[in-house]
């Protein structure tokens, strides 16, 4: 027997936004529905809207903003055409030094209500740029036969559609200005409906761009490309299959890399590698960690998950050794690449898979004096649970999920005795709803 869906009333209702969510929408409790939340596109806390349903289920409802009744003192003009059908970003209507705010106060509201537990100091926020300072993304690809066009772009609020961008004001401009130029060249293609996507990331002297194609490209679609990239200043690189499939098309060597500029350290990546996407913040960031993990030129640091030697390179500059740990072997195997090329013979590097106990490995029995991690979004409750964390004086943490970090900290100050002692959010992507955030924690 087929499911029944649950009724949408498209109504237009009237009602107070209470809260912002930890996705970016209002908060609201319907009256006529027993107080039932509801989720609230393009709505913030303190304002009166008219809304209209798009969604609904058992414990919550789901809708749109039709109109602002009472508009919040904190609401503003957002800046992209595209704002409210695209879901690149969804805080533009929010005041932006307010952004960092709200993102404060979910990542505060996370570790009280999941992990049981509260800083002792709350860490002033950290921001850098937030315009035109996204250099690395994916752009999702269609040809929609309806609009007889191909669409390059982020996916819109409703996840199953391309947003149809003439821009993009958050990627960085060499990008972000030729949005529509890219979806009128792949339309121009042979094979404009056998690529699904385009990734792009810049260093500091190239930017690339990364097809990926279902069906082989013809020699005309080929010659295209190489024409693209030359006039555009785009190198090409095309991706037929998995990851180890991306190979170079124009031009056949690619300087891919940026500096760290304050510890002298330049980093090399390949164009589907993980780099934080804000350089500013990202520098601010390094920064920040460093100093709140206060190693020591005689300490030992363990920096876990950490791809190319973001952290783990900067480190290297003022302790006596630092070790890095990464799943993936193809980071790591760059993270020595970059080690070798900026002479830094006390930063050693291995893969290993830090879901699995790793008591036992050679990098772990000489001990470490303290502990620096990045983790994936999924955090790092696996590898917290087998390391023998006795042998830290501090943890600093480093979060891109405020619920996996918040689970954490549960963990390190309710069973295994450290203290809390600070945390706070950085805004690595502002105007959207995601919570970069660090911690630091010390053995009580």
Wanted: hydrophobic fraction near 40%; aromatic fraction near 6%; glycine fraction near 8%.
């Amino acid at each position: 027997m087929a499911r029944q869906r649950s009724r949408i009333d498209r109504t237009l209702f009237r009602t107070d936004i209470l809260d912002l969510s930890h996705d970016g929408r209002g908060v609201a409790r319907r009256d006529g529905e027993g107080g039932k939340v509801t989720f609230i596109t393009g709505a913030l806390p303190g304002e009166v809207v008219m809304a209209e349903q798009t969604a609904r289920s058992k414990h919550f409802d789901q809708a749109r903003t039709v109109e602002v009744v009472e508009a919040s003192p904190l609401r503003v003009q957002p800046k992209c055409p595209h704002f409210g059908v695209c879901a690149g970003c969804v805080l533009q209507h929010l005041e932006e030094s307010e952004q960092i705010v709200a993102k404060q106060r979910v990542l505060m509201d996370n570790l009280q209500r999941i992990g049981h537990v509260q800083p002792q100091q709350v860490l002033p926020p950290l921001v850098g740029d937030s315009w035109g300072y996204r250099r690395k993304g994916r752009f999702s690809v269609r040809r929609v036969e309806k609009k007889d066009k191909t669409l390059v772009g982020f996916r819109e609020l409703d996840p199953r559609f391309v947003a149809d961008l003439s821009l993009c004001l958050t990627v960085i401009p060499e990008i972000g200005t030729k949005v529509s130029v890219l979806s009128a060249f792949v339309e121009s293609l042979d094979g404009r409906r056998d690529i699904p996507q385009i990734e792009f990331i810049a260093g500091d002297e190239a930017i690339a761009l990364t097809i990926r194609h279902m069906q082989p490209l013809s020699e005309a679609d080929r010659a295209a490309w190489i024409a693209f990239g030359q006039e555009h200043g785009f190198a090409i690189f095309l991706q037929p299959d998995g990851v180890d499939s991306v190979h170079p098309l124009w031009p056949q060597e690619v300087p891919l890399s940026f500096r760290l500029a304050p510890w002298d350290v330049e980093l090399a990546f390949r164009p589907l590698d993980f780099i934080q996407v804000n350089a500013n913040l990202n520098v601010k960031m390094i920064e920040h960690a460093l100093a709140l993990l206060d190693a020591g030129p005689q300490e030992r640091v363990l920096d876990l998950f950490c791809g190319l030697g973001n952290f783990t390179l900067p480190l290297a500059r003022g302790v006596r050794e630092v070790v890095g740990v990464e799943g993936d072997a193809g980071l790591v195997a760059r993270a020595k690449e970059n080690a070798q090329r900026n002479g830094l013979g006390n930063a050693s590097f291995h893969a290993a898979d830090l879901t699995q106990d790793q008591r036992q490995a050679p990098w772990m029995l000489e001990g470490f004096d303290k502990l620096l991690l990045d983790p994936p979004r999924s955090g790092a409750i696996e590898v917290l649970q087998q390391l023998p964390l006795e042998q830290f004086k501090r943890i600093v943490y480093v979060s891109c999920h405020p619920g996996s970090l918040a689970r954490d900290a549960g963990y390190l100050v309710n069973e295994r005795g450290f203290t809390l002692v600070s945390a706070g959010a950085m805004d690595m992507f502002p105007h959207t709803a995601h919570v970069e955030s660090i911690a630091v924690f010390e053995k009580a």
